[in-house]
């Protein structure tokens, strides 16, 4: 049975045919108790020819559609199509449309205000709303106090995985620039103590206590081999990059989905260059470089470790861009890895400064020269670097495993959540 | 919201005006917000009517049908009609109160 509904007339819908299809916005209706309910609406009389015209336009444009039976008696009903056309025709107001789009873009950027759990769920709909309300500073203000309440509901009160995405790829780039600030200060270290040859490492464990030998030595070569990925990582990126852009250089197209901008061919041949020359330079022997090109101990491990920092970071930028997927995927895990790693750079370190420390007064006596003061300082400040990054670090992959975690809970909105939390 | 000086939408709540306009069947934002202006003279705005909205159907009171064409029709439920019915009854009685106690004066 068809019950009889007032249904919305408002000023941009009071003309044939947006009257018939307000009227069947309740439900569907037959077309003869269509015609009188837009008679008591109006209080106007309608003429039945017209009304059928109207009624054949609409049913072709395919805004309400028969569901059974045959004039007068037929039953319609509003279609999607029709929905959209009332909604359009009732967004229509007096104001012009360069100041309402303005608004609308005004409202849209307050909607953006309110938290992301809440405008999963109720923006879209919001937004067909405003379109359709107008908008007057009541609105406006309405909108904010709408926006800081549901801030204040704990139940919309959700992380922003962008944010965390963001913290986990900030906590790689700053462990690699931490690992990098050490492997720095490590190579300063070993100049100073002039570790060149097995003997150097013999003499440098009667210097040293046992304890703190058996931590730097294992650790040491930890840290070359790491420097070594890092150095190879670092060329097998640049020839990949490098041999994909100057195909699409050479195709003349980009390849499609690809969300990292590459450069052109020549940068990645430049930033080749010096990896040649250091592999170039550690193949032949010391005595086959002229002396004219300064390249002593100092600065060529200088040089290399510069390298071998853009390296770590290169490569862990590389590993991120690419893992993207991954990465959203299993971010409590990595954040978890990553706050280990920071703990460990931050043990390192600690027992690091204090082996420095400890050979300060024996090292004072054996090189009482500038340079050695400064290279001292250098580490000292490399390494109270890399501890405060990888503090930083960690407390971004702490906090991001803090927030992950409830993530496996449910989604809070589904009308099943909300009555069982009732 | 916002009403003018004589009616008596400034007395409402938007929940109970929700539920009211609910209660003659399922309507999405803009048609509660015509319906309740027509019936109570209140005009609530968008950022009001979905805070209450959110709050309703946490509640369990009302619920969401299928999206049409981005907009979310609602439905009252048993349960958010029992409340309404329980709370228009007090309202009866204190106007019944009300309207007693105001008539020798």
């Given amino acids: 049975m068809v019950q009889q509904q007032q249904f919305f007339v408002s000023e941009q819908v009071r003309r044939l045919p947006w009257l018939l299809l307000a009227a069947l916005e309740p439900g569907p209706q037959p077309a003869a108790l269509l015609l009188s309910l837009i008679e008591q609406q109006t209080g106007e009389f309608c003429e039945p020819g017209t009304f059928y015209r109207w009624m054949a336009l609409a049913e072709r444009q395919g805004w309400m559609e028969r569901v059974a039976g045959e004039n007068p008696l037929a039953l319609y009903r509003l279609t999607v199509a029709g929905i959209a056309a009332l909604d359009r025709q009732r967004a229509q107001s007096l104001q012009p449309s360069g100041v309402k789009e303005n608004i609308m873009r005004f409202v849209t950027w307050i909607v953006r205000l309110y938290p ?30 709408g926006a800081f309440h549901a801030w204040l509901d704990p139940h919309y009160r959700r992380t922003n995985p962008r944010l965390l995405r963001w913290r986990i790829h900030s906590a790689g780039v700053l462990l690699s620039v931490s690992l990098g600030t050490c492997f720095f200060a490590a190579m300063g270290w070993i100049q100073v103590s002039d570790i060149n040859t097995p003997a150097d490492l013999d003499r440098l464990a009667t210097t040293l206590s046992p304890l703190a030998y058996s931590v730097l030595a294992p650790l040491g070569m930890v840290g070359l081999a790491i420097a070594f990925c890092s150095l190879l ?56 470089i002229p002396s004219w090109l300064g390249i002593n101990d100092w600065s060529f491990n200088g040089f290399l470790f510069v390298l071998l920092m853009d390296g770590a970071i ?68 490399c390494m109270v670097l890399a501890t405060v990054l990888a503090l930083l670090a960690l407390g971004l992959s702490l906090g991001v495993s803090r927030r992950l975690r409830p993530m496996s809970a449910p989604p809070p909105h589904t009308l099943d959540t909300e009555l069982r939390t009732l | 919201m916002h009403t003018t000086v004589s009616d008596p939408g400034r007395f409402s709540d938007p929940s109970l005006l929700i539920l009211s306009s609910l209660a003659s069947g399922p309507k999405h934002g803009y048609a509660m917000i015509e319906d309740i202006e027509r019936f109570c003279g209140t005009k609530i705005e968008p950022g009001t009517l979905y805070a209450a909205i959110a709050r309703l159907e946490r509640r369990g009171w ?29 309202m009866q009685r204190i106007v019944s109160t009300g309207m007693q106690r105001l008539a020798p004066i």
């Fill in chain 1, 116 to 145: 992301p759990a809440w405008r999963e769920r109720y923006e879209e709909e919001m937004r067909a709303l405003l379109e359709l309300h107008t908008i007057t500073l009541f609105t406006v203000i309405d909108l904010f106090f």
């Fill in chain 2, 62 to 90: 009302i619920e969401p049908l299928e999206a049409e064409a981005r907009r979310r029709p609602y439905r009252i439920t048993a349960a958010g009609a029992t409340a309404l019915r329980e709370h228009l009854a007090t």
């Fill in chain 1, 233 to 288: 990582i670092l060329a097998c990126t640049l020839i990949a990059q490098g041999w994909l852009s100057l195909r699409e250089k050479l195709q003349g197209k980009k390849e499609p989905g690809k969300a990292r901008k590459r450069g052109a061919p020549w940068w990645y041949i430049l930033r080749l260059l010096p990896i040649a020359l250091a592999v170039f330079l550690l193949s032949i022997p010391r005595t086959w």
């Fill in chain 1, 314 to 381: 290169e490569a862990a930028a590389y590993v991120l861009s690419k893992g993207k997927a991954w990465l959203e995927r299993n971010g409590f895990p990595l954040a978890v890895v990553v706050s280990g790693a920071m703990v460990s750079v931050c043990a390192f370190n600690v027992i690091w400064t204090s082996a420095v420390w400890q050979l300060i007064p024996r090292m004072e006596a054996a090189h009482p020269t500038w340079q050695w003061q400064t290279s001292l300082i250098i580490q000292l400040a």
